[in-house]
């Protein structure tokens, strides 16, 4: 028995089907979601994604999938009661807390993921951790289920591949990927509208946020540590929201030479959240940890009760001790 | 007789091998040169890349292949008598100007391209617009040559599609560059680092460039253009140099909402070079015309003998004209 048979049983058997996946959707889950949507409704189920959050702005466009149906593919509440709950890209019950209700109403819960799992919360999983993107699992999926693959199911199995993957950049790319990708493209995908509005399309607030970010930086240990900022008020005085912050490190890692990066935000209540990232050998483990807090060698955090100056103060003396010993 | 049959037999037959691309070279062209020389080297052919100008900045880690030979890939003058001239990514004599005496030299000569061609100026030309890239062509040929694919060269190659493919997201990129890639990976290319370096490494000087251009933009038309510049002053200022200004009107290409796009950077002689950019439906080559410049729809340029202010505001009205008719 192949390890998508039983679950592929189970999804034939179901008439009416509800598909979860993480809050704070990002691009794999919401393509995963779609995919497996589009296919479902394609076996004549009625099917739809619940939802407890927003979708992310630079995912907005995913919600104007066009189809005849009259039922939208994302909902707040349910419209009939599930038989089958799908959960996707998600393998921890906390992610779907405020709609574990409908999960437990559910006779049959099924999980398609590919983050490491520490509870089974289903009666029928797929999970693999070493899949780039539940999108390439999904697509097993709807092969197994016998389901054509179309334009919009492979625009969204695109998607899914094209974000876990940082656009093909990233070190989970595999053969496998690329593969899958050729094989989208027969159908006619428009690769190159969704790439745009994924990785090259910001809001104006984002880019001046980005500017500024890089006007209010210091580079110092010799050119090999930067750090920036950003307050309340200057989030204000740019028109930009709080998850704009999250793309700001990023911005200082490109610096050539640079080897540790610092990005200070400050939260609503005065604090300052501390991201710290390396590119090769310092360990910003140990930085984050002198500072509070924790995390990975190359990605940890730390929270800050300190005015502006003092926190970057702080951080750069850490990193400074850091960068000393390499 | 297949499209390779003739190319590759002159190759087996030389023993001595100049092999030349454009001037200022992109990643095609360098990857596409070096994975030639590789493979020939492998044939135990002497072989180097005849350069008449600089590798860019952001290529120059190509420069430091591997190689236990002696001899370096890239010279600027020859140190043997060439027989066969191969010209790869390049389909215009003018841009191999300064080394036409040795091509003219050789023996054969044969060119591999992908650029439409005015005048075939080889013995024996393989030209495909088509092509994505011009890497797909020399990997073919490589696969012609009967020559096994190795880490080096697929590395090459894969440099070669990655880069003008825009990291596989411009319209050209087809279903065969995903193939090719994946069949790269089989010789375990180091993909993430590759990528890393080509797009998210810059200059300390280009990101305070691009953050610059930002403070300086002025969006206009209620939202739907966008202008900025740099003069030579700035430049000096932030430690840039002009070719580092080829990026900046992407920059002001992503912002959401924007149509058209114009970026006047100063020339040394205190003129103004205009580039213009649309998105959808506004044709930039008016606008460009009416400046008594020209181009295409989408892209296109014109040189301001004016003031800095008097240029920006010609642009402006230009640019503002052609959006009311849209």
């Known amino acids: 028995m192949g390890k998508w048979t039983e679950i592929a049983n189970c999804i034939k058997e179901a008439g009416r089907v509800v598909i979860m996946t993480h809050t704070n959707m990002d691009g794999d889950a919401a393509g995963s979601a779609l995919a497996l949507c589009h296919a479902l409704r394609r076996m ?16 907005k466009f995913m919600h104007d999938h066009s189809d005849a149906e009259a039922e939208p593919f994302f909902v707040r509440s349910m419209p009939f009661d599930p038989e089958l709950a799908l959960v996707v890209d998600c393998g921890d019950a ?3 807390e405020k709609r574990l209700d409908v999960f437990e109403s559910c006779a049959t819960k099924i999980c398609v ?4 799992q520490v509870d089974s919360f289903a009666d029928h ?16 999926l709807i092969k197994e289920l016998g389901v054509p693959i179309d334009k919009e199911i492979a625009e969204d199995l695109y998607v899914a591949i094209l974000t876990d993957t940082g656009c093909f950049k990233y070190s ?9 990708t050729a094989e989208l493209y027969e159908y006619g995908i428009e690769h190159e509208k969704l790439a745009t509005l994924i990785y090259d399309t910001l809001e104006l607030s984002q880019i001046k946020l980005e500017a500024a970010i890089v006007n ?40 050539a030479g640079v080897e540790v990066c610092a990005f200070l935000k400050e939260h609503e209540d005065g604090t300052f959240k501390v991201s710290l990232r390396s590119k090769s050998n ?10 509070g807090g924790g995390g990975h060698v190359k990605a940890a955090g730390a929270t800050l009760k300190l005015p502006l100056n003092e926190a970057l103060d702080a951080t750069k003396a850490e990193i400074e001790k850091e960068l000393a010993l390499r």
Chains 1, 2 share one sequence.
């Not at 993921?113 to 490491?116: F, I, M, Q, S």
């Not at 110092?220 to 750090?227: E, T």
């Not at 310092?282 to 500072?291: G, I, K, T, W, Y």
Request: aromatic fraction near 6%.
């Open 44 to 59: 004549g189920k009625r099917c739809v994604i619940l939802l407890e959050d927003d979708i992310p702005g630079y995912l």
């Open 94 to 96: 906390g992610r779907i």
């Open 113 to 116: 993921d590919h983050h490491v």
């Open 125 to 140: 999983s797929v999970i693999q951790p070493e899949a780039s993107a539940t999108g390439l699992l999904v697509y097993e």
């Open 172 to 180: 989970n790319t595999t053969k496998e990927c690329h593969l899958v």
């Open 216 to 255: 209010w930086m210091e580079v110092f240990a010799g050119g090999r540590a930067v750090i920036s900022y950003v307050t309340q008020e200057k989030l204000i005085e740019l028109g930009a929201t709080y998850d704009m912050t999250n793309s700001c490190i990023d911005v200082l890692r490109k610096i």
């Open 282 to 291: 310092a360990d910003v483990n140990l930085v984050a940890r002198a500072l």
